[in-house]
């Protein structure tokens, strides 16, 4: 007050003054003077002091102190350093005990805005002494967003870049067999890990992992470790995420936590195990900067020995390729440059160089490893194996190694275990060693094969190698010991069907037609110079048809067989057996061989009992609708060769009616009407045209018309025959019935006048403006117009043509 003098200026300020001592606890008189000096731009050194009165005389008044530090506020950094904005904060809320919880942020968040520490901590502490408890979450937000979002980009470790991971490796492998790093040495956010520290105290369970990876932020590993060993003991905890889990194995690391760190990312695969791959490369990082060069190619090793996917095994085996080229990289060169290093570097570049190689020859046994992991019941899987090693030796291992690793019943491809076992006999078989190939033989057809292809493929092989390198009798004892008959055969092929895995293909081999097959080529081929195998290939067939595995086609062969051994009528007898043993569907090939060499010149057939064969041919097919169009051409031919001619026509005209395959019914007519023009006549010929062009469509029916009218014109019928060529004109478009108009055109020619040449132009063009507008619906009519013959004229219908014949 001693300086009031330089401050009071005139007789206002005098009456402000006068006022303020009659009255000095009225806000309102202090206001007012604040006011008027404001008002008056007064210096801020002026407002200050008054100020300062103004709080003093009302200390526990924080509207006060917030005025007052509001209106310094706008003047920070100008006429006011902000040193003293902080040193009011403090001051203010020495007076200001309670309800000062604005005021408190006010200071913080100023504080956080100067970026300040000291104060900020200042703040912070001040803050939390003198807000209930419920308000410190107001404060903690304050902080941490700081931290989030200045401090902590100041601090985060960014990881370096590399073009490629040989050059990581590189850098890696160099630093720690030649320079001694100092593991403690990094970057330390003190002041924020302090804060973090009571900050892990207080808050709440949800919020912890986001607070380890700010700790993680700070550098504070020791912190960081002590924090995660309290909250999360020291395992990695799968309710964390992957990433605040890593952290916690960083620390581990920097802290040189050798034993903890290996102990903690192997649990760490286990909980993440989609990310174990990533973890393994990790360790291998971990053991390269450490030195630890023994452990890493028994960590890489074990890796690629248990992984199953492609993308896995790449990550993995680029890893170990680019670790061995790297280490060999930097020690050559180091012994280049520095000819004071010693110890074992020769032998482990070596060492290092012999494990490249075979890393690189390798690469594809690896991947198909992976292969064989992922389903080592696929057959391909181990044949593929097999190709990679050129030596027998190798190969034998790999067929050894899959038998023995093989489930039979998890086979799902028929065949392909028995293919196996073949291709690891025929190892000993092409080296001459025949009786351990048979033993691979032998021990393949005890396996339980859920297939009977897989047996089928051992026998055939066994008894095809015997046959080539010894004698066909070994390959028939073969045959002999395979396809024995059990008792209850028909029991067993049930039981076997069922498909419950309770009965193996061995109990059911007798059912292969693949083997009875082979085993009748070999007893067949012996059976022209021993009349002992001649027996013995019939009692052969004669068990497969008993046994139900006889086809058409066996059937076939048994005939033909008994024909060269001049057995004609006992091959007829088999015939006969093989129609009443198949369907109607099978029969018709079996009829045709039949009944082609029934009717041959030499046959022992009596004619009547040819015709009944073909009768009763004709019958099963034509009542099980088969078109059977070879029969009744060969029927035909038959009677012709007897000369019952009116036979030979009538057999192809039943043909042609009973037939419903369109091709075959036109090709009958055709044989059918030119037989009955050759051997009966034209004049025969008429009925057959007549029925023919009623039962085809129109689209097909054009060829037999222009022939019937040129059968008339040569009986000398010419009007008989230009009424066909008018009938047929009305039958399609002229468009599409380009044939019947050049042949009417050569008819009139021929045989016609002007007039009536005239009368077929105008024909044509009325047909081709009148069946223009349905040429479409024309195109797919089936019918046709009924045709009428000579002897129905009487008939009205006005689609239909009176041909007057």
């Known amino acids: 007050m001693d300086d009031i003098s330089r401050y009071v200026a005139d007789e206002d300020d005098l009456a402000f003054e006068y006022e303020l001592q009659r009255t000095p606890q009225s806000v309102v008189t202090w206001r007012r003077y604040l006011d008027s000096w404001k008002e008056d731009g007064r210096p801020d050194s002026h407002i200050v002091w008054l100020y300062e009165r103004f709080c003093r005389q009302f200390q526990s008044d924080m509207e006060i102190w917030e005025d007052y530090i509001q209106w310094l506020l706008q003047r920070c950094g100008k006429s006011v350093e902000y040193t003293d904005i902080m040193e009011l904060f403090i001051r203010s809320l020495s007076y200001c005990a309670k309800n000062c919880e604005d005021l408190c942020i006010m200071f913080l968040e100023f504080a956080i805005g100067q970026l300040d520490l000291k104060y900020i901590r200042m703040a912070f502490d001040i803050s939390l002494k003198r807000l209930p408890r419920d308000g410190h979450g107001r404060v903690w937000e304050k902080v941490l967003r700081f931290i989030d979002e200045t401090l902590s980009p100041l601090t985060r470790n960014e990881e370096t870049e590399y073009d490629d991971i040989f050059e990581e490796l590189s850098i890696l492998i160099y630093k720690g067999l030649f320079e001694k790093t100092d593991e403690g040495n990094h970057e330390l956010d003190l002041w924020t890990s302090l804060i973090l520290k009571r900050y892990l105290d207080v808050c709440p369970s949800e919020q912890r992992p986001l607070n380890v990876i700010r700790i993680a932020q700070t550098g504070d590993h020791d912190f960081l470790y002590t924090a995660y060993r309290k909250f999360y003991g020291n395992g990695p905890q799968s309710t964390l995420p992957y990433s605040t889990n890593l952290l916690y194995l960083e620390s581990l690391e920097s802290l040189n936590k050798r034993e903890a760190y290996e102990q903690f990312i192997t649990e760490l695969a286990g909980v993440f195990p989609e990310n174990w791959v990533e973890l393994k490369v990790t ?68 060492s290092h160089l012999s494990r490249l190689q075979g890393l690189i020859e390798s690469y594809e046994i690896r991947l198909n490893d992976i292969k064989i992991r992922r389903n080592p019941n696929l057959v391909s899987n181990w044949s593929e194996r097999a190709t990679l090693f050129p030596a027998a030796a190798g190969k034998c291992d790999v067929y050894s190694h899959a038998i023995l690793t093989i489930d039979p019943y998890r086979v799902n491809i028929p065949g392909s275990l028995g293919k196996l076992w073949c291709a690891y006999a025929e190892l000993y078989w092409e080296a001459g060693d025949f009786d351990s190939a048979r033993e691979v033989y032998d021990r393949g057809l005890r396996v339980p094969y859920p297939y009977l292809q897989d047996l089928e493929e051992l026998w055939t092989t066994w008894a095809e190698h015997e046959l080539e390198s010894f004698s066909i009798e070994f390959a028939i004892k073969l045959m002999e010991d395979a396809l024995q008959v059990p008792e209850n055969p028909e029991l067993l092929v049930d039981r076997f069907k069922e498909g419950d895995k309770k009965v193996p293909a061995q109990a059911v081999v007798f059912t292969s037609l ?47 067989f008994l024909q060269e051994h001049r057995e004609e009528l006992s091959s007829f007898q088999v015939y006969e057996r093989a129609i009443g043993t198949f369907p109607p569907e099978t029969q018709l090939e079996i009829w045709d061989l039949y009944l082609t060499e029934g009717t041959a010149e030499d046959s022992p057939l009596a004619k009547e009992q040819i015709r009944d064969l073909f009768d009763q041919a004709l019958e099963n097919l034509t009542n099980g609708r088969i078109d059977c169009k070879t029969i009744f051409l060969l029927y035909s031919d038959f009677e012709e060769q007897c000369g019952l001619l009116n036979r030979c026509c009538e057999i192809l005209l039943q043909g042609a009616r009973k037939t419903a395959n369109l091709e075959d019914k036109i090709t009958l007519w055709q044989m059918c009407i030119s037989k009955a023009k050759a051997l009966l006549g034209n004049e025969e010929s008429r009925k057959l045209y007549e029925e023919c062009i009623q039962s085809l469509p129109n689209s097909q029916v054009m060829k037999f018309v222009v022939d019937f009218a040129r059968t008339e014109a040569v009986l000398g019928e010419i009007e008989r025959a230009r009424e066909l060529f008018k009938y047929g004109a009305q039958l399609l478009p002229p468009g599409r019935n380009g044939l019947l108009w050049e042949k009417w055109d050569e008819f009139e020619v021929r045989n016609g006048n002007k007039e009536s040449y005239k009368d077929m132009l105008k024909l044509k063009r009325k047909l081709e403006k009148e069946m223009r507008i349905e040429t479409e619906a024309e195109s797919q009519l089936e019918g046709n117009i009924a045709f009428v013959a000579a002897s129905k004229q009487n008939v009205v219908n006005p689609e239909e043509i009176e041909l007057n014949i």
Do not use: C
Request: glycine share 0%.
């Open 514 to 560: 693949k083997l009875w097959l082979l085993y009748l080529d070999f007893t067949e081929s012996l059976s022209y110079d021993s009349s002992e195998y001649t027996e013995k290939t019939i009692a052969l067939y004669e068990q497969m048809i008993a046994l139900k595995v006889a086809t058409p086609m066996v059937f076939i062969n048994y005939a033909h």
């Open 283 to 350: 360790l291998v990082k971990f053991y390269i900067k450490s030195a630890q060069h023994d452990k890493i190619v028994h960590v890489l090793e074990d890796s690629l020995a248990r992984t199953q996917s492609v993308q896995e095994f790449s990550v993995l085996y680029s890893t170990y390729l680019n670790y061995e080229k790297a280490f060999i990289d930097i020690v050559l060169q180091e012994l280049k440059n520095n000819s004071q290093v010693i110890g074992d570097w020769e032998q482990q570049v070596e």
